[in-house]
C-alpha cells in the first residue's frame, strides 16, 4: 500500500494485511490474479454485509471500478436486478459483465428518476447521502465505500433514527475472503477486469492514468523476472 517493488520479504510475524494470502485461481494468470484482492475483497465483504437476497434490486455508483466492477459480478452471483451507474464510456463493458440496467451519471441523475432499491453501495464516495437514502427501499441497505469524516458521522446518526440501514463499510481483508473468492473465479461466477498493464518502470504513468478517471475495472502493474538456474 505505497511502493513498488519486484521482490519484497515478508516479516516472520507480518502484520494482519500481511498475512492476506492464498493460492492463485488456476485458471488464470499472475498478472490476473493482481487484480484480485484489491477490489474483489472489498466488494464481497460490503455485499456480503448487505446481505443481498435473489430478487432484489441493487444499485452500484461507481460500478465501472475496482470495487464496482466486482460488486457488479457478486450482486448477479447472489441473483440480484444490478443496476451500475458510471461514465458513458464504461457502461457497455458493466452490461458485458452482467448489469441488467446502467446509468450514465453525465446525462442522468439516479437520484431523481423516481426508481427505488433495496440496496444501493457507492464504491467511490460521489452520491448525495441524503438523496440516495430517498431512493432506498424502506428497510433497505445503504453502504459507502468513501464517506469522509462529515459523512460518516451523518450515516452513524442516521442508522440509529431510521428504518433503513446505513452500513459502516470495512474493506474485509481476511484470508478467507480471498478463498472465497478464489473458489468464485475457479467456477467461473467472477472474473477480474483489466483495463491496461503496465511494466514496472512505468508505474508513474500507470498512475496518470488511473487518476484520470478513465479507467475500467482495474489496472495491472508486470514484472518480468530473468530467473537463473
Same mark, same amino acid.
Given at each position: 500500500?505505497?511502493?513498488? /517493488?519486484?521482490?519484497?520479504?515478508?516479516?516472520?510475524?507480518?502484520? /494482519?494485511?500481511?498475512?492476506?494470502?492464498?493460492?492463485?485461481?488456476?485458471?488464470?494468470?499472475?498478472?490476473?490474479?493482481?487484480?484480485?484482492?484489491?477490489?474483489?475483497?472489498?466488494?464481497?465483504?460490503?455485499?456480503?454485509?448487505?446481505? *443481498?437476497?435473489?430478487?432484489?434490486?441493487?444499485?452500484?455508483?461507481?460500478?465501472?471500478?475496482? *470495487?464496482?466492477?466486482? /460488486?457488479?459480478?457478486?450482486?448477479?452471483?447472489?441473483?440480484?436486478?444490478?443496476?451500475?451507474?458510471?461514465?458513458?464510456?464504461?457502461?457497455?463493458?458493466?452490461?458485458?459483465?452482467?448489469?441488467?440496467?446502467?446509468?450514465?451519471?453525465?446525462?442522468?441523475?439516479?437520484?431523481?428518476?423516481?426508481?427505488?432499491? #433495496?440496496?444501493?453501495?457507492?464504491?467511490?464516495?460521489?452520491?448525495?447521502?441524503?438523496?440516495?437514502?430517498?431512493?432506498?427501499?424502506?428497510?433497505?441497505?445503504?453502504?459507502?465505500?468513501?464517506?469522509?469524516?462529515?459523512?460518516?458521522?451523518?450515516?452513524?446518526?442516521?442508522?440509529?433514527?431510521?428504518?433503513?440501514?446505513?452500513?459502516?463499510?470495512?474493506?474485509?481483508?481476511?484470508?478467507?475472503?480471498?478463498?472465497?473468492?478464489?473458489?468464485?473465479?475457479?467456477?467461473?461466477?467472477?472474473?477480474?477486469?483489466? #483495463?491496461?498493464?503496465?511494466?514496472?518502470?512505468?508505474? /508513474?504513468?500507470?498512475?496518470?492514468?488511473? #487518476?484520470?478517471?478513465?479507467?475500467?475495472?482495474?489496472?495491472?502493474?508486470?514484472?518480468?523476472?530473468?530467473?537463473?538456474?
Amino acid at each position: 500500500m505505497g511502493t513498488y /517493488a519486484e521482490y519484497m520479504c515478508p516479516a516472520e510475524k507480518p502484520s /494482519a494485511l500481511a498475512s492476506v494470502m492464498g493460492k492463485k485461481p488456476v485458471n488464470m494468470s499472475y498478472e490476473e490474479a493482481a487484480a484480485v484482492p484489491f477490489g474483489g475483497l472489498e466488494a464481497l465483504h460490503s455485499l456480503r454485509k448487505a446481505n *443481498i437476497q435473489r430478487g432484489q434490486k441493487v444499485l452500484i455508483v461507481g460500478a465501472g471500478g475496482s *470495487i464496482g466492477t466486482y /460488486a457488479v459480478q457478486l450482486a448477479k452471483y447472489y441473483g440480484a436486478e444490478v443496476t451500475g451507474v458510471d461514465h458513458t464510456e464504461k457502461l457497455e463493458m458493466l452490461r458485458s459483465i452482467g448489469a441488467d440496467h446502467v446509468i450514465d451519471y453525465t446525462q442522468e441523475d439516479f437520484t431523481k428518476n423516481g426508481q427505488t432499491y #433495496d440496496v444501493i453501495l457507492d464504491t467511490i464516495g460521489k452520491s448525495s447521502f441524503s438523496s440516495s437514502l430517498r431512493s432506498l427501499d424502506e428497510n433497505g441497505t445503504y453502504l459507502n465505500a468513501n464517506p469522509g469524516l462529515l459523512g460518516g458521522v451523518r450515516m452513524r446518526w442516521t442508522s440509529k433514527r431510521s428504518s433503513k440501514k446505513v452500513i459502516s463499510w470495512t474493506a474485509g481483508y481476511t484470508a478467507n475472503n480471498l478463498l472465497a473468492l478464489t473458489e468464485l473465479i475457479e467456477a467461473g461466477k467472477i472474473k477480474p477486469v483489466i #483495463d491496461r498493464r503496465y511494466p514496472l518502470e512505468q508505474t /508513474a504513468e500507470a498512475h496518470r492514468y488511473v #487518476d484520470s478517471g478513465q479507467k475500467k475495472g482495474n489496472v495491472v502493474i508486470t514484472v518480468e523476472h530473468n530467473y537463473q538456474t
